[in-house]
């Protein structure tokens, strides 16, 4: 099967559209955006308009429905922007929020879906600590059932939307030690007991917002408990499975891009009265 069979007409309109969006809303300000270090808030909006933050969501909410071959698609022309920090921000709700809609209840999804596809609310993933990332079933942020709460205490680092998310997915210890006492909860922005530390500087990606969240005695409602207490490692593993495919595609459009930059100076560029291209070792460096 050749990669083009993988997508149908339904996946070409998708790939005109985040094209044309990125064409439009994103290229003429994307430099000024990486070195300010953000983007405005408004472009969640633009891109909720346009449809690109529903690709994937589940249909009762107005989103596309699972379609990976239509992520992929728009992810790969979405990586065309040429910053794959705006690319993450943006696309923080990829991570975040299908926990939410497979195994949330009825009035969480209800409540947090539309208003992260509709771009009015961001969503972010919080799992990993200071402590380390890799090794997930070690994770200390510790979440004690107190009544009808649970009371988190510990810290992540590294969160995509750390800083402007709204809603966040977080990963807690409920357990024993081990993969088998993990669970998720979602936790508001306003929680009391719950603050955003440092907007983290980057040696790339700078138009993402990454950072540092802590917990000292937040008090997070038991209904806000995403899938099974002690069940969130499954969960967890499970929506990796799609932000890996998403990184890989994000690599190799970005490598494709590099690809095509290159091409394009090489028979611009002159030197010694002919054009790069015209040199054998570019050529063979380049092939
Ligand atoms: C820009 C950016 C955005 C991020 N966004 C998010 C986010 O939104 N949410 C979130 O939760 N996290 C996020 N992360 C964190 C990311 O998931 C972690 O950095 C990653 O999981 C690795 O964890 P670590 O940095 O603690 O490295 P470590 O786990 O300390 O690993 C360090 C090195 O050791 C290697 N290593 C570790 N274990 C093994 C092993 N068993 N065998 C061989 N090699 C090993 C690793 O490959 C790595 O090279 C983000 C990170 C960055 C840089």
Redesign the pocket.
């Given at each position: 099967m050749s990669a083009l069979e993988y997508f149908n007409d339904t996946h070409q309109m998708v790939r005109e559209t985040v094209r044309k969006f990125v064409e439009r809303e994103i290229l003429p300000h994307v430099d000024d955006w990486e070195e300010a270090g953000e983007f405005p808030r408004e472009l969640y909006h633009k891109a909720a308009d346009a449809g690109i933050l529903s690709i994937n969501a589940p249909e009762e909410f107005g989103g596309t429905g699972e379609d990976v071959f239509m992520k992929v698609a728009a992810c790969e022309e979405l990586v065309r922007c040429s910053s794959g920090g705006l690319c993450?921000s943006l696309g923080?709700l990829d991570?975040g929020l299908p926990p939410i809609w497979k195994w949330g209840s009825d009035a969480m999804k209800q409540k947090v879906v539309p208003e992260v596809i509709g771009g009015q609310k961001i969503s972010?993933?919080?799992?990993?600590e200071p402590n380390?990332?890799?090794?997930v079933a070690n994770l200390r942020t510790r979440a004690v059932r107190d009544g009808d709460h649970y009371v988190v205490n510990g810290a992540?680092t590294?969160?995509?939307?750390g800083v402007r998310a709204d809603y966040y997915t977080v990963a807690v210890r409920t357990g024993d030690k081990g993969y088998g006492g993990i669970s998720l909860l979602l936790v508001e922005k306003g929680t009391p007991g719950f603050s955003v530390g440092r907007k983290l500087k980057?040696m790339g990606?700078w138009a993402?917002d990454?950072a540092e969240l802590f917990f000292e005695d937040c008090r997070v409602p038991a209904e806000n408990l995403i899938g099974p207490e002690n069940g969130g490692f499954y969960c967890i593993m499970s929506n990796f499975q799609m932000e890996r495919l998403i990184l890989a595609v994000t690599a190799n459009s970005t490598a494709q891009l590099a690809l095509d930059e290159a091409m394009r100076y090489v028979k611009e560029r002159e030197a010694f009265g002919r054009p790069l291209a015209g040199f054998q070792v570019t050529r063979h460096k380049l092939a």
């Amino acid at each position: 099967m050749s990669a083009l069979e993988y997508f149908n007409d339904t996946h070409q309109m998708v790939r005109e559209t985040v094209r044309k969006f990125v064409e439009r809303e994103i290229l003429p300000h994307v430099d000024d955006w990486e070195e300010a270090g953000e983007f405005p808030r408004e472009l969640y909006h633009k891109a909720a308009d346009a449809g690109i933050l529903s690709i994937n969501a589940p249909e009762e909410f107005g989103g596309t429905g699972e379609d990976v071959f239509m992520k992929v698609a728009a992810c790969e022309e979405l990586v065309r922007c040429s910053s794959g920090g705006l690319c993450a921000s943006l696309g923080s709700l990829d991570i975040g929020l299908p926990p939410i809609w497979k195994w949330g209840s009825d009035a969480m999804k209800q409540k947090v879906v539309p208003e992260v596809i509709g771009g009015q609310k961001i969503s972010a993933l919080a799992i990993t600590e200071p402590n380390g990332g890799s090794d997930v079933a070690n994770l200390r942020t510790r979440a004690v059932r107190d009544g009808d709460h649970y009371v988190v205490n510990g810290a992540k680092t590294f969160i995509t939307s750390g800083v402007r998310a709204d809603y966040y997915t977080v990963a807690v210890r409920t357990g024993d030690k081990g993969y088998g006492g993990i669970s998720l909860l979602l936790v508001e922005k306003g929680t009391p007991g719950f603050s955003v530390g440092r907007k983290l500087k980057k040696m790339g990606w700078w138009a993402s917002d990454t950072a540092e969240l802590f917990f000292e005695d937040c008090r997070v409602p038991a209904e806000n408990l995403i899938g099974p207490e002690n069940g969130g490692f499954y969960c967890i593993m499970s929506n990796f499975q799609m932000e890996r495919l998403i990184l890989a595609v994000t690599a190799n459009s970005t490598a494709q891009l590099a690809l095509d930059e290159a091409m394009r100076y090489v028979k611009e560029r002159e030197a010694f009265g002919r054009p790069l291209a015209g040199f054998q070792v570019t050529r063979h460096k380049l092939a």
